[in-house]
């Protein structure tokens, strides 16, 4: 091995890629060392992106300790550079937010309209888009699925009902929830806005999905069609 060379993982043999037999094979038959190579990218000198990788998830024995790590502890690891470092603090990040929302989304069970604004507030506050999305309820009023069906500047209301319950009935949804952002900042509902819902509404009656209210978002205010008697 020559140890003024800095290896990159496409100089590895193609069947020793991680980034290749992801793609080929699917990410759950990856290693976790051939998984943090794929963010790693690149070795240095004398070592292969592989050997780093291993050498990084042995030094806590386990990925979940690794995670736990700052930005400046990854640093002091050998071969982990700034940018390393903040890549692997990023994803690890991402995990600890894709885990922490799974286990919410797992446990909310909606009760009132303000359930929802809680939860679609966040996610819309500085969102200068119009957007249409349609949020799956199971049985029990947990949210189970939510999923944009329109999006742009003006008139994003306008969505047909087919596309809002191909969404519900892919995911055998017991009822649905509306939500619809106003980057304008302008809580209340238009005539199209009404009449869109309405239309959504008797389609739902017809198929037995029901549409359980219709939030409109601006800001961190938000109107509920139930509760001004709209549906």
């Known amino acids: 091995m020559n140890e003024n060379k800095s290896f990159r993982v496409k100089e590895l043999p193609v069947d020793d890629r991680p980034r290749e037999k992801l793609l080929l ?12 190579a794929i963010l790693l990218r690149t070795g240095k000198k004398g070592k292969s992106v592989l050997e780093i990788s291993r050498e990084l998830i042995n030094t806590d024995s386990n990925l979940a300790m690794l995670a736990t790590k700052s930005i400046d502890s990854l640093q002091k690891i050998s071969g982990i550079g700034k940018d ?44 200068n888009k ?24 003006l008139n994003s209301s306008v969505v047909h009902p087919r596309e809002i319950f191909k969404v519900a009935i892919d995911c055998s949804s017991a009822s ?35 549409v359980f209210d219709h939030l409109i978002i601006a800001g961190d205010t ?10």
């Open 25 to 36: 094979r699917g990410a759950q038959n990856l290693s976790d060392a051939e998984l943090v």
């Open 84 to 127: 390393k470092a903040a890549t692997l603090a990023a994803a690890f990040e991402l995990s600890r937010r894709i885990l922490s929302q799974a286990k919410w989304f797992s446990n909310k069970k909606v009760t009132s309209p303000q359930d929802i604004a809680d939860v679609f507030i966040p996610l819309l506050r500085d969102d």
């Open 130 to 153: 119009e957007r249409f999305i349609v949020v799956c309820l199971n049985s029990a009023n947990k949210i189970i699925k939510y999923d944009t069906v329109s999006i742009g500047n």
């Open 176 to 210: 649905i929830i509306l939500i619809h952002n106003h980057p304008s900042g302008n809580p209340e509902p238009s005539n199209e806005d009404i009449r869109i819902t309405k239309k959504i509404v008797e389609s739902g009656k017809i198929l037995d999905i029901p």
């Open 222 to 231: 938000f109107t509920s069609f139930v509760e001004k008697r709209l549906i």
